[in-house]
């Protein structure tokens, strides 16, 4: 695959809340997929949405439902494997986008489980479609059935401020919402401001990840959205939903690069509303950072975005 | 892309929000413009002044106990503040009331804290800066949840607490008797504006309106007719020429400033209501609406409209 487009370019493609289900819906690449991973790890993806489930003998532990059409959808796929109820419904965290569209497993008696700041969100900015939170814990929580379980892990505020990171054992595969991507970290953010997005916890939040792959020996990760990219011939293709766990850490590198160029140029004495400009067109800038995303991994305007969105945390510390 | 700063003409008086520096030390300041002091004080009555340098203001109460002070903004500004109360009073500084706990406003209070003052903020602050410590930040002494007050005689200072705004511990404050609101980041004397950070970084959007709502109606109860912010404006002369704008503002600043973002995230609920993707919702909507406001820039509206999209479509 030549390159990555960013998330941004792919939602430019389509409609994500009206979506044809059962439809192609970027030419060659269908708009549900699920994959089979192996030791009941399932994934499956919803346009450019992507959660994971487990099937156990004891019944099913599901992700993010997405929404409600999606939810539906994902039940009638889980049937399609197993008669066992869904037992619990774990939330990466709390927006909308990822966390609506559960009452579906809750109808079924399926227990919801999250970080407790998403019960905290979910209360302040409620949804109808969003289901709350059963249990909810601080640091880390492991949803078991029999041989099965799915370990969710807390390190503090990243994009929400209640965002998990997942471990789906035996597969032994770490899913990453939003934070992280597959197959590479090297792609550009979605929305260059960074709703909701605790900068100054970035980094440190990706390094206990890459921590916790490597005392979990998780060497692969599942990724909640999709990528796409182009092949030989300039074609569209749909990137791998997996990848190695060294995406993790070229997130890391992301955020620690862009910091650095930032600080940097403001320690040169140029404006925060200045350094966009400055650093696009540095060729040091160019090699440093923008060369490793690709030539499909940025657009100009985007990053004059998040160059003036780190430019802020750079001046304010958060 | 290269970026139009000149400011959109409306008809009426024009007002630019400077390209506002929120820089600490160490990183590049404003300096004041050509056409006005790097530095002054100005005094509002009843104990109260108004103390700008460069385009970044604090204010403090001057009462017969010693001086209240709000944001030191950094070490070399906090040293010419600390000068410039000393040509007004010889009393020591008793309190540093923070507005947030955003560097570019909180750094440099070590001035004020070797004469003995005691620093006050919102709870969440105090976590912030323990979370996001600088060497040049001074913790808070004394931190409060809902409201407090401190006084130094017949000078006294009301902070208030209404929830995330801007950031998560913005305090709103009363002085009295010069009964002056202080909002700072949100509000810029002497108009409504367009913020000059297009990606409204900090911002909580999901509560600003509110937020708005209740320092209205404190306003309105407390009978406060003035309100000043933390930076200063540039608008413009008879002549055309630039100059410094008001220190203050009718209250009524307050109530403009959030019918701005109820409609910004109005036109963008309408778009996203009707399908439009988050880039193409900048297309739809007809950004004449917004050209009376301050700082009125069509691109920097339509950056914001990717972070209002958020609110809408994830909640946040």
């Avoid at chain 2, 007050?149 to 705004?165: H, K």
């Avoid at chain 2, 320092?215 to 002369?237: C, D, H």
Wanted: charged share 20%; net charge negative; proline share 5%.
């Amino acid at each position: 695959m030549k390159g990555l487009l960013t998330f941004a370019t792919l939602l430019l493609l389509l409609l994500v809340t009206a979506g044809p289900a059962n439809a192609q819906f970027i030419p060659g690449i269908e708009f549900i997929e699920l994959e089979e991973f192996g030791d009941g790890l399932y994934a499956f993806r919803y346009g450019p949405y992507r959660n994971i489930f487990m099937i156990t003998a004891e019944g099913v532990i599901v992700t993010d439902p997405l929404d409600v059409k999606a939810a539906k959808i994902l039940r009638e796929e889980i049937a399609k494997i197993t008669d066992q109820p869904v037992k619990y419904v774990a939330y990466s965290h709390s927006h909308w986008d990822h966390a609506a569209g559960g009452q579906i497993f809750k109808d079924e008696g399926a227990k919801f489980v999250a970080q407790e700041k998403c019960l905290a969100n979910m209360r302040e900015t409620p949804h109808p479609d969003v289901v709350l939170p059963d249990l909810t814990f601080a640091d880390s929580y492991e949803v078991e059935l029999g041989a099965h379980s799915l370990g969710l892990y807390y390190f503090g505020p990243s994009h929400d401020d209640c965002m998990v990171v997942m471990i789906a054992r035996p597969a032994n595969m770490m899913f990453i919402v939003d934070i992280g991507s597959a197959p590479t970290g090297w792609v550009m953010e979605y929305n260059p401001t960074m709703s909701d997005t605790h900068l100054y916890n970035m980094v440190p939040y990706l390094k206990d990840a890459e921590e916790l792959a490597r005392r979990a020996g998780v060497t692969t990760i599942v990724s909640g959205h999709l990528s796409l990219g182009f092949d030989d011939d300039g074609k569209m293709q749909a990137g791998s939903s997996t990848g190695p766990i060294s995406a993790i850490s070229e997130k890391r590198q992301f955020w620690e690069a862009i910091y650095a160029a930032v600080r940097t140029e403001m320690v040169t004495g140029t404006l925060v509303e200045d350094v966009p400009d400055k650093l696009l067109a540095s060729s040091e800038f160019k090699s440093e950072f923008l060369d490793r995303l690709g030539p499909n991994g940025y657009e100009k305007d985007e990053m004059w975005i998040l160059l003036r969105r780190v430019g802020s945390y750079i001046t304010s510390g958060r | 892309m290269s970026r139009n700063r000149q400011i959109q003409s409306s008809g009426h008086a024009l007002l630019l929000i400077l390209c506002i520096s929120f820089i600490p030390a160490g990183y590049a300041q404003h300096d004041a413009a050509s056409f006005m002091a790097p530095y002054e004080t100005e005094a509002l009555g009843d104990g109260l002044y108004a103390f700008r340098i460069g385009m970044r203001r604090s204010i403090f109460l001057v009462g017969a106990e010693g001086v209240i002070a709000t944001d030191p903004l950094n070490v070399e500004a906090a040293t010419i503040y600390r000068q410039e109360i000393a040509k007004i009073t010889d009393k020591p500084v008793k309190y540093v009331a923070y507005s947030s706990s955003f560097l570019n406003h909180v750094i440099g209070g070590k001035i004020f804290k070797d004469q003995g003052a005691t620093f006050v903020a919102h709870a969440n602050c105090a976590s912030n800066l323990t979370e996001t410590p600088h060497p040049d930040v001074v913790m808070p002494d004394v931190t409060y949840t809902d409201r407090h007050e401190i006084s130094v005689g017949e000078q006294s200072l009301e902070l208030f607490y209404f929830g995330l705004s801007y950031g998560n511990c913005l305090s709103v404050m009363i002085a009295r008797p010069a009964n002056i609101m202080l909002i700072a980041n949100l509000v810029t004397p002497p108009k409504a504006a367009v913020p000059s950070d297009p990606t409204l970084a900090n911002y909580y959007l999901h509560n600003l309106i509110d937020f708005f709502r209740s320092v209205e109606n404190l306003a309105s109860e407390r009978g406060v007719e003035r309100v000043i912010g933390s930076f200063a404006a540039i608008q413009e002369g008879r002549e055309g020429e630039p100059q410094l704008g008001p220190a203050t503002a009718a209250a009524s600043i307050i109530k403009d400033q959030r019918v701005f973002w109820e409609e910004m995230i109005g036109a963008v609920q309408t778009a996203f209501a009707a399908g439009a993707p988050a880039r193409v919702i900048p297309k739809r909507i007809d950004w004449t609406q917004f050209s009376e406001y301050a700082g009125y820039d069509e691109r920097n509206l339509e950056i914001m409209t990717r972070r209002v999209y958020s609110l809408h479509r994830i909640g946040r």
